[in-house]
């Protein structure tokens, strides 16, 4: 079956580093992928939609220079978070559509990060 | 801005007992997925509904669609300690570039104790 893969599973930095997570679609291509966060105990909430070869679109209140997302193939959707301040600290999950007319959603295991 | 509403936000029960988790909206969704997260894991899908009315059943869970596609709830009988976890409703605002957007309720932590 698909699988969406996100690595890495988790990341200790040092404030001001900035930190990569990618997100990957292992048996599919995915022309949109999904951006979460989610803080413990909480429900996820929507970060941004990442769309294939163009410019991510962001939820209100979140900053896009601060999470940078890039969509360059079909497979692949990165995050990066730039600066990393300890009040980023948290679970940040993707997921990937998969098919055009049938379509199935897949989530990501997840990423901890943990800015120090 | 769809917003869901899911409570209890806390469960704490013993094993066997039923129980019923709610999601409500005033907003109307294409569909309504239940999910189930383990902690430092992605959430993993249990159903969709999608028409309104429908009622979908898994083992022990039965799962039901208002009819008005505005609120949905979950409902499991003789909860085991391994149903144990965070539930999530999320509704779905699919209708052409807005698939698998999804919106999510604030969640429930079910303990089912032995």
């Known amino acids: 079956g698909a699988v969406v893969s996100q690595h890495p599973s988790w990341v200790i930095c040092k404030s001001g580093t900035s930190v990569k997570i990618e997100c990957r679609s292992l048996?599919?291509?995915?022309?949109?992928m999904f951006w979460y966060r989610q803080f413990p105990k909480q429900s996820l909430m929507l970060m941004a939609t990442?769309?294939?070869?163009?410019?991510?679109?962001?939820e209100q209140g979140v900053e896009k220079d601060k999470f940078l997302i890039n969509h360059a193939s079909l497979t692949l959707s990165t995050l990066t978070v730039t600066s990393a301040h300890p009040e980023d600290s948290s679970f940040y999950i993707c997921?990937?559509?998969?098919?055009?007319?049938?379509?199935?959603?897949?989530f990501g295991s997840g990423t901890q990060l943990s800015v120090l | 801005t769809q917003l869901l509403e899911q409570s209890p936000q806390f469960l704490s029960i013993q094993e066997g007992e039923n129980l019923t988790v709610y999601c409500n909206s005033s907003?109307?969704?294409?569909?309504l997925q239940w999910y189930r997260q383990e902690p430092g894991e992605g959430p993993v899908l249990l159903v969709t509904?999608?028409?309104?009315?429908e009622v979908k059943k898994l083992k022990r869970l039965t799962f039901q669609f208002g009819d008005a596609r505005k609120d949905s709830s979950l409902h499991i009988t003789a909860a085991q300690p391994g149903d144990t976890g965070l539930y999530l409703c999320?509704?779905?605002?699919?209708?052409?570039?807005?698939?698998?957007?999804?919106?999510f309720g604030q969640g429930t932590i079910l303990t089912v104790h032995p």
């Open positions: 997921s990937a559509i998969q098919g055009a007319g049938g379509e199935k959603l897949f």
């Open positions: 048996d599919f291509q995915a022309t949109t």
């Open positions: 990442s769309n294939e070869g163009s410019k991510a679109t962001y």
């Open positions: 907003s109307v969704f294409s569909s």
């Open positions: 509904v999608v028409t309104g009315g």
């Open positions: 999320a509704g779905d605002n699919a209708g052409g570039t807005s698939y698998g957007k999804l919106t």
